[in-house]
């Protein structure tokens, strides 16, 4: 016999003995006094149960309106049962919602002692719920701003335009204009239809720490460049010198030209991400001849190769708007990348095309390629796959990092795609609103 089966008989079977007592007395005294006083006394006893069950079933009614454990009633019959069970459910409800508000709690006291800020928006960007490191971060109070909308509390453009964007890939760094000392690393993780959670984090000691680095970086370059260019001179004056000097001097002179000039790569690759890291660098809103650009980059390509390679490219038609120089150092990077790691007889092949809603300039090669675990460590600065290679090629381990910052610059990303043995592809893509068609006043081309 089943449970729910068992339960059913508890509650029926009061009731049906309750019959059966009905039953007999009416059978007793209609053997003594007749059926109809059998049939009186009968229906004497069933309004009696009936009025009995009213009495319980108004009780239910009132402690249904106001339930509690103290004042659940007493019951006669099957009605012990069902207030029974009633008593059961109501405590392990009780006991479920006090679980529940101690987990609550719990979680929050968790959250608040977090170094993190944490603040819980409903999808019109009101304030649900923050805890104490969130209300310093953004001058806000719980108490006397829950409901608000947060862009209404926090007026910075930066934080109004990244909470509409939508776009939370990466972390917007905001310095708060009650606050500019501060620096913020506010990121949005959506984990409902109609919830976020915008997480604030101190990053000023590391921001400060990073300006140090970028700023010696960049005086130390500086330094350099000086001593170095007199070393170049008096190295091509050495080597232009009349009568010429024994070819092993020429030879060790040769090789000091040789690493001066790749020191001297390396200290204008440093001088270009400072500068390209330097949030006070402005950004050139130059109207750029991409495709005209490609063909310089295609022409530069060939006098690298020396025709060691097959190298072609196409360009459709459209512009953009951005730093001319920027653009052109960071195509450039992928394009003597592509020239540096493809062996002789490869082919590479510059491209300018719609794509994503955006443009992208791609760089494709049949070279020796690049291992996947390698991908997401390319654009760090000093990363090489090879080492020894990179050495032999001429590389400083800065151009894509160099690549990577403009397009960020830009608004664009820069996307990887490689297999070992097959060749490599990279994609520059830049946003729609940076495009313009050739013909100022023609539609821009779109992928489909």
């Not at 939508?166 to 959506?190: G, M």
């Not at 002179?253 to 000039?261: K, N, P």
Request: with cysteine; hydrophobic share 45%; charged share 25%.
């Amino acid at each position: 016999m089943s449970g729910e089966l068992r339960r059913r008989i508890r509650v029926i079977l009061p009731a049906f003995i309750r019959l059966l007592i009905v039953a007999a007395v009416a059978l007793a005294v209609g053997a003594g006094f007749g059926t109809e006083a059998a049939l009186w006394v009968a229906l004497g006893m069933l309004g009696a149960f009936f009025a009995l069950h009213l009495h319980y079933l108004s009780l239910l009614g009132a402690w249904l309106e106001q339930p509690s454990l103290s004042s659940i009633p007493g019951g006669w019959g099957s009605w012990t049962e069902v207030f029974n069970r009633l008593y059961k459910t109501r405590r392990a409800s009780e006991i479920s919602a006090r679980r529940l508000e101690e987990n609550e709690a719990r979680f929050r006291r968790t959250i608040s002692a977090l170094p993190e800020g944490i603040v819980l928006v409903d999808a019109a960007l009101q304030i649900e719920w923050c805890n104490p490191v969130a209300e310093q971060h953004f001058g806000i109070r719980l108490q006397a701003d829950q409901g608000l909308r947060i862009t209404n509390l926090v007026r910075d453009p930066a934080f109004i335009a990244y909470m509409t964007s939508n776009a939370f890939d990466e972390p917007l760094l905001l310095r708060p204009l009650a606050n500019p000392t501060l620096a913020l690393s506010v990121r949005v993780i959506e984990f409902e239809p109609a919830r976020s959670i915008i997480m604030t984090r101190d990053v000023t000691q590391a921001e400060r720490l990073d300006a140090m680095r970028r700023d010696f970086v960049a005086n130390v370059s500086h330094e350099l460049r000086t001593p170095l260019t007199v070393v170049n001179g008096f190295l091509e004056t050495l080597l232009d010198a009349q009568p010429p000097l024994d070819e092993l001097r020429q030879r060790h002179l040769r090789l000091m030209q040789e690493q001066a000039s790749r020191m001297s790569r390396l200290v204008e690759d440093l001088l270009m991400l400072s500068r390209l890291e330097a949030e006070e660098t402005p950004l050139v809103d130059d109207d750029v001849d991409v495709p005209a650009l490609v063909a310089e980059l295609e022409a530069e390509a060939r006098a690298l190769s020396a025709g060691r390679h097959d190298i072609a490219s196409h360009a459709e038609p459209m512009r953009v708007r951005g730093s001319r120089d920027e653009l052109r150092s960071a195509f450039g990077n992928l394009m003597s990348n592509a020239i540096r790691y493809t062996p002789s007889g490869g082919r590479i092949t510059l491209a300018w095309r719609a794509q994503d809603g955006g443009a992208v300039f791609e760089v494709t090669d049949t070279g020796i390629g690049i291992a996947a675990e390698h991908l997401p460590r390319l654009t760090e600065r000093f990363y090489r796959v090879d080492r020894s290679r990179s050495r032999e090629t001429g590389g400083t381990g800065l151009g894509l990092a160099i690549v990577k910052h403009v397009l960020m610059r830009h608004q664009g990303r820069l996307l990887i795609e490689s297999e070992v043995g097959r060749g490599s592809n990279f994609r520059a893509w830049l946003p729609a609103a940076r495009l313009r068609a050739a013909d100022e006043h023609a539609p821009l081309k779109r992928a489909a």
